[in-house]
C-alpha cells in the first residue's frame, strides 16, 4: 500500500498548510520594523490565547529550555522548592532544580493520578519557606492533566510561586493563566501550537519577577530580565537571534487558534479525547489514567496482556505509517499514547483508530474489527449533535 | 470541528506534497537545456507507465484538449468514426467528432454495463469506410471500465484506428498501449498522475500518424505534426510555451508511480475498489455498475430511496470537509462517486466511508455505525495478507 505519514504523537505533531508555507518564506532580517511587527503580533495572539497581561517572553530553545529558564531565572542555589511528580516532565523539573543547586522537595503521586492540591497545601503551611512550586499541566508521558486551578488557589495564600509546565496543556486546553495563579507559565512550539519545535515561550507574574530581581543564579541566553528589556523598547525585539521563521509560523497558527475560538480549540480537543476513549474501551483496551478529569491531550492506554507495547508500536508506523508514542521511563513497553492536542480533527482520529484495529488483528489480538471506529463515530455524533442544539 | 479537506472525486485528486513542492520551485526558462532535460525525463517516463514505444506528445491543456486533438489530428469532416457512448465521457468524443464535421456513429451502450466488442466488430465487418473507433477507457461519469484490450483486438483487424480515452484510467489501471493496439491514447494529468490539471498528452502509433498526414481538419496548437517536429530535435522541445511548473511537477509523479511499479499501483487501485465496494454493500447501498471487472478507479453508488443525492454530496462537503462527485447529466441526484484513482492509500478511503457513515446516519438513514468500515478493514486484512503469501 501507498506510504503516507501520519503523526499521531504528542509532539511535534502536524503543521497546518498555511503555517508550514509562512515557514518557507524568504528569510528577512530581524532587526527591521517588518519583523517586529511579526513578532509583536505573535506577543499580543500569545497573550490572548494564555489569557494574561503578563509578560510573555519568547526564546529559540524547544520547551525544557523555557523550563531550565524559569529555574534559573527565579530561584537561587539553595532554595527550597516543591515539584509535583507525577510523571517524566513532573522528573525534569525535579532535575532542573538539582542541576541549579536547589534544594528540591519532590511530591511523587501516582503516574495514574492527578496531584493532590491539599497535600501541596500541607507542605506550604508546614513550610513557609517553599519559595515555588513547580506542577506539570498536562503531563505528556501519562495522558493526565492536573487542576491547575486548585494548585494555583493553594499557592497563592503563600510566598510561593506556581510554576507551570503546560507544554502540551495551553493552547489545546482551558489554561486561564492570571485568573488561575499561575506565575511563570511555560509552553513550546509544537504541540497545541501546530508550529515545528524550536520555541517556547514563558509568562512571567509580577510575584515572578521579585524574584528573577533577587536570583543569584548563572544564566545568560535565557536571562529573563534581558529579554524584558528588549520587549520594552519602542520597536521589541530580542536580545539574541530569534527563530525568524518560527516566529512568523507560530504567529499564523496562533491566529488559527484565535479564529477558531479558544473555547471551540478546547471543546474540539475534549470531543477528540471522548471518541479516542470510547474506541479503546470497545476494543476491550484499559486506559492508563485512573483519573480522566480534563485529560484532553493525550490518550495513553494499557499495552493488553500478551502484546508487546513496543512491537505494537513499531507495526503500525512500519505497516501503517500511523506513528503513535510508545511508553516512558518506567512505562516503557507497557502503555502507548495517541497524541491528539494540535492540529486535529474526528478524520485524523479515526486513522488512527483503522490503523489501532488493523495492528491489533494483524498481531494476533482477538477483536472485533470496526467496533472501535463504531464508538468513536457513535460519541462524536452524540457529542456534536448536542453541540448543535 | 476544525475543518480539513479531504479530495476523494475521480479528479483533480490529491497531490504528493514532493509534487507540490517541485511545482513551487522557481521557474526557469523553457528554451533552455535544464526544461529540455526534465521535459525529455517526463516523455522517457511516460512510455514507459502508458507501456508504448509510441511517439508521446505533451499538450498545455486539461485532458478534453488532448481529445480534440486527437478527433482534429486523426480525421476530415466527413469521415465516418464509431464511438462507443456509454457515460458522459463517451458522448463528448461524439460531440468533438460533430464539432469536426465527421460522421458520427454512435454505439450507444447501458452506462451501467461495459461496451460489447462483438457490437464493435460487427459495425466494422458491415461497414469498411469506418475510420476510427473512439472507446473510453475509464468511464469517470459511472466508473465503469471497458476491455480495451478485446476492443484492441477487434479494431486490429480493420482499417480503423482506435482512440481511447484513458483520461482516467492509464497510470492507475492497467493499460498496454502497445500490447492492446491502442493508436491513439489520450491521458491527463490530474487523475492518476497525482498533478494539478493542465497537462495533458497522447501516444499516436504509426496506423494513426498516416491519417494524422492525411487529415484536412483545421488545427494548429494541437497539430501532432508540429509537437512531433519538436520532440525530433537534439534539444526536444514543444512548438508553443509549455505549461513548465506542471511539467515538472508531473515528471515527479511520474516517477513516484515507476518507483512504486506499476503493477504494485494497479494492485493498490484494485483493492482501494475493492474494499471501497465492501464497506458500500455493508451499509446497505448498491453499486451503480452492473459489470464492475476491471471498474478500480471510481466506486458509483446509487442513492438510496428517500435520500436527495446532492444533499449527501453536500452535507459531506460542508459538515465533514470529504468531498465527493455527484452523478452527471442524466446520473444526477442519482449517484454519488468515490474517487480512488491516484495519490489514494487505505486510510484515506477510511475517512471517506466514516464521512459517510456520519452522513448517512445525520440524514436519517437507519445504517449501522462502524459497519462499512468494518467490511473494509476486513477485506483490506484478507488482500493484502494474500499479497504477503
Known sequence: MLRKEYLMTPGPTPIPPQVSLTEAEPMIHHRTPAYTEEFVRLLEGLKKVLLTEKDVLVFAASGTGAME????????????????????????????????????IAYEYPWDERANPEV???????????????????????????????????????????????ISGAGALEMRTDQWGVDVLV??????????????????????????????????????RKARKKIMEKEPQTPFTPAISLVRAMSVAVEMILQEGLENVWERHRILAECCRAAVRALGLELFPKDLTGAYAVTA???????????????????????????QDQLKGKIFRIGHVGYYNFFDLVVALSALELSLKELGMDISLGAGLAAAEERYLEMTERAKN
Chains 1, 2 share one sequence.
Not at 189 to 202: E, I
Open 120 to 166: 501541596i497545601a500541607d507542605h506550604l503551611r508546614k513550610d513557609p519557606d517553599i519559595k515555588g512550586v513547580f506542577l506539570t499541566h498536562s503531563e505528556t508521558s501519562t495522558g493526565v492533566v492536573n487542576d491547575v486551578r486548585a494548585v494555583g488557589e493553594v499557592v497563592k495564600e503563600s510566598k510561593a510561586i506556581l510554576i507551570v509546565d503546560s
Open 187 to 224: 509552553i513550546g512550539s509544537q504541540k497545541a501550537f501546530m508550529t515545528p519545535p524550536g520555541l517556547a515561550a514563558v509568562a512571567v507574574s509580577p510575584k515572578a519577577w521579585e524574584l528573577v530581581e533577587r536570583s543569584s543564579s548563572p544564566r545568560y541566553y535565557f536571562d529573563f
Open 69 to 104: 529558564a524559569a529555574v534559573a531565572n527565579c530561584f537561587s542555589p539553595g532554595d527550597r522548592v516543591m515539584v509535583a511528580v507525577g510523571g517524566k516532565f513532573g522528573k525534569r523539573f525535579a532535575e532542573l532544580g538539582s542541576a541549579y543547586g536547589l534544594e528540591v
Open 301 to 327: 492506554v494499557k499495552v493488553p496482556d500478551g502484546l508487546d507495547g513496543r512491537e505494537l508500536v513499531r507495526h503500525m508506523n512500519r505497516r501503517h505509517g500511523v506513528i503513535l508514542a510508545g511508553g
